[in-house]
């Protein structure tokens, strides 16, 4: 069992940037690849980004390719998502994902969820 918590989000005007964090808890951590998803207010949820078990591997939807880049520290159980150049189409609740897959496999969504944070673009 993981659970993930996921902070960071907020207001900022286009062409900003935020980092979302996400903490797990547990002693697993390094064994999941974790992803990245997005969910806008009326609109299926969507992948943004996945990195594999120990880093070496990232994997990005075409959306946010050259803008968002996501990594991760396994010592403190986080994966992080840093986000530029933002754009009005990337307000969204992010949620974050884990699951013993590929980062590719991961464009499917994991087996355990976090509840999202906010992030909401102004033009």
């Known amino acids: 069992q993981v659970q993930l918590v996921e902070s960071g989000g907020g207001l900022v005007q286009a062409g900003g940037s935020l980092r979302l964090s996400c903490a797990a808890s547990?002693?697993?951590?390094?064994?999941?690849?974790m992803g990245w998803f997005r969910q806008a207010p009326g609109k299926e949820r969507e992948f943004v980004a996945a990195i594999s078990r120990n880093g070496d591997i990232t994997y990005y939807a075409d959306s946010v390719k050259g803008r968002f880049g996501v990594s991760r520290n396994n010592a403190k159980n986080t994966v992080y998502l840093q986000m530029n150049s933002l754009k009005p189409e990337d307000t969204a609740s992010y949620s974050c994902?884990?699951?013993?897959?590929?980062?590719?496999?991961?464009?499917?969504?994991?087996?355990?969820w976090g509840q999202g944070t906010q992030v909401s673009v102004s033009s």
């Open positions: 547990g002693r697993t951590f390094n064994t999941y690849t």
């Open positions: 994902t884990a699951g013993r897959t590929t980062t590719r496999d991961m464009a499917m969504g994991g087996d355990y």
